[in-house]
């Protein structure tokens, strides 16, 4: 168990929640505008299902290796590897040129999820008390379903009066947030 100030923790959570809230948000988001994605990129279904499908792939696939990885390595250096990878993927995906480089990107920031998603719980874990804890994963927990429920409102509303691009624009300045903070919060490690 980790002590540390109340301030401390609590940018600690909400570095976790908004990498807990990223990869269901953008998973459901890039589902959610594929239809627009095509007719964009003029390309076909068979094409274009990749965008989410190739996102979702690293997740289930490379947790619990990328977990034991955090385990070895360091749970704050792979958690902030993760921000990174989502931190690429998203830059690359908002100025993609074409639908395979959105793919290409889509599966790094899947990388970058498959890192977020179990380190955000096991920090939080780490972090908070005994009787903290359970309020703390509550709020982590949260924002996995305030991810699920928002992307079709939000990602609709981006798309609609912003554009597509904009949709990752916004990941990216979330992710970059979600990054310096940990620098703040979690310090050196």
């Known amino acids: 168990m980790i002590k540390l100030s109340s301030g401390r923790k609590r940018l600690i959570l909400f570095t976790t929640s908004l990498a807990a809230f990223q990869t269901p948000y953008n998973s459901t988001v890039l589902s959610f505008i594929t239809p627009v994605l095509g007719k964009y990129f003029h390309v076909p279904l068979d094409v274009l299902i990749y965008v989410p499908i190739i996102y979702l792939i690293p997740l289930p696939t490379l947790m619990i290796t990328l977990g034991r990885l955090s ?41 970058g999820s498959s890192i977020l998603s179990p380190g955000s719980a096991a920090i939080v874990s780490q972090v908070f008390p005994e009787g903290e804890r359970g309020f703390a994963l509550g709020i982590n927990a949260m924002a996995v379903y305030l991810g699920l429920t928002s992307a079709p409102f939000f990602g609709g509303l981006i798309t609609q009066f912003l554009g597509w691009r904009f949709v990752l624009v916004i990941t990216t300045i979330l992710t970059a947030i979600g990054l310096v ?7 050196g490690h």
């Open 71 to 111: 385990d070895i390595y360091g749970r704050v250096r792979m958690f902030r590897i993760g921000f990174i990878l989502f931190l690429i993927g998203s830059i690359l995906g908002s100025i993609a040129p074409n639908i395979y480089i959105l793919i290409i990107a889509s599966l790094i920031m899947g990388f």
């Open 181 to 187: 903070i940990s620098w703040f919060s979690m310090g």
